[in-house]
Structure formats: structure tokens, C-alpha cells
């Protein structure tokens, strides 16, 4: 039961590197969605993609990009990392076509950024 | 637009005692309820959820939510906790009927459950 696997879980990257976060769900679900979370914030949702082929931004965009690779792939891109980018990020996947179903969560991938 | 408000960022509790972690939302249109849960180090994982019916919801590892419309709340409840249960609890919303299913999450409440 892998559910939604995120590589890598922990990262290190200098101010300016770029980097992508890869996110995989075997759960044969439409939506896929990313997060951030930081203390105090909770999780805010940075770009989804509510279907293959199509990619939508959050509540906080800038600073990244995304792909929806396939069905099970939604990747996360920082082009140039910034230290505010430091957080942990989180992937999460959801079947059915209504707000009734719930999310399913990755571990997260923990990015810090120098 | 939806907003969700955690009323206490942090509650202390000692093992065995009831505890009750508030969660209210702010919306001009039906909404489903979740409450989700984060042990360290961990992704989130769904506790319960309410989607219609029956106002009392019950969860997984003994947790059960009430919603109550009038109060725009949906509080998190367990008779008697375990030190097992520390960990950060996050209650969302979701638009009724909304085909992206989109989460509003709160802050956060750390449940820290002493011996």
C-alpha cells in the first residue's frame, strides 16, 4: 500500500539552486495538489491539478512550478531557491470528481535552503 | 471565500482526561468538514469527516467530531486520551458540490498529552 510516495524526504540546496520535488500516487486518483507547511501557518496549497493535463496555482505560486507528468506523476520545480522556500512540502492526491472525498498525503519531503 | 479558525494553537492534557480541540469555519455556501491529524515526522492522515447527515461523526482511534450549523463549528472530542495521541491536528473545509475539492486548512492545534 504505497499510496502517495514523495522523493526525495530531505534536502539541502544553496540560495539560487534549482531542484524538483517528485510526487507519485498508485491510487489511480484524478486530483493531485501541493503544499507547503511552515510553523504556525498550517498547510497552504501551492499549484494543483485537478486532472491530467491540467495545472492550476494556489494560494502561494510564486517561486515554483509544476507538471503533471501522468495520471500518477505531479512534480514540483524550484528554479531558483530562495531561503524562503525553506519548509516542508507536502503532496497529496484525491479520487472522485467532489469535494467529498478526502485527501491522501505523502510524508512529506523537508527542504532547507541556505 | 472560506476560512477555517483554530481556537487554540496548543493544549496540554494529562493521559486519561476528556480533551477538545475547537474548529470554526467561515462560509457563504454548504461545505464538507474533515479533521486530519499529523504525528511527527509523518504526512497528514484523516481522522474523520463530515459530509451530511447525521451531526455527530466518529473516527478512527476513538476521536468523534460534532458539526453544528448554527455555531459554524465542528469541535474535535475524545473521552479519555493516550499519550499515543500527541500530535498536531488540522481541521479543513471544502466546498459543497465543488468539482476541485479544495482544502482550506487551519493552523493547527498541537495536542501535547502528559503522563
Known amino acids: 500500500n504505497a499510496g502517495v510516495t514523495q522523493t526525495p524526504k530531505f534536502q539541502v540546496l544553496k540560495t539560487g539552486q534549482s531542484m524538483t520535488l517528485q510526487c507519485a500516487q498508485d491510487?489511480?486518483?484524478?486530483?493531485m495538489y501541493w503544499y507547503r507547511q511552515d510553523p504556525g501557518m498550517g498547510l497552504r496549497l501551492i499549484y494543483y491539478?485537478?486532472?491530467?493535463?491540467?495545472?492550476d496555482k494556489g494560494e502561494v505560486p510564486n517561486g515554483y512550478n509544476v507538471s503533471r507528468l501522468n495520471k500518477r506523476e505531479f512534480s514540483l520545480r524550484l528554479e531558483s531557491a530562495a531561503p524562503s522556500q525553506t519548509s516542508v512540502y507536502f503532496c497529496a492526491s484525491r479520487g472522485g470528481d467532489r469535494g467529498n472525498q478526502p485527501q491522501h498525503f505523502g510524508d512529506g519531503t523537508r527542504l532547507s535552503i541556505l | 471565500a472560506q476560512s477555517v479558525t483554530q481556537l487554540d494553537s496548543q493544549v496540554p492534557v494529562f493521559e486519561e482526561a476528556p480533551v477538545e480541540l475547537r474548529c470554526n469555519y467561515s462560509?457563504?455556501?454548504?461545505?464538507?468538514l474533515f479533521w486530519y491529524v499529523q504525528y511527527p515526522n509523518q504526512g497528514l492522515q484523516l481522522l474523520l469527516k463530515?459530509?451530511?447527515?447525521?451531526?455527530l461523526v466518529k473516527g478512527i482511534n476513538g476521536f468523534e467530531a460534532e458539526f453544528n450549523k448554527s455555531q459554524t463549528s465542528f469541535h474535535l472530542r475524545k473521552p479519555s486520551v493516550h499519550i499515543s495521541d500527541t500530535a498536531e491536528y488540522f481541521c479543513?473545509?471544502?466546498?459543497?458540490?465543488?468539482?476541485?475539492?479544495?482544502?482550506?486548512f487551519g493552523k493547527g492545534t498541537k495536542l501535547s498529552v502528559k503522563p
Open positions: 463530515y459530509l451530511s447527515g447525521s451531526t
Open positions: 479543513a473545509v471544502s466546498v459543497s458540490g465543488g468539482s476541485q475539492g479544495n482544502l482550506i
Open positions: 462560509s457563504s455556501v454548504s461545505v464538507y
Open positions: 491539478s485537478a486532472s491530467e493535463g491540467t495545472t
Open positions: 491510487m489511480n486518483h484524478n486530483s
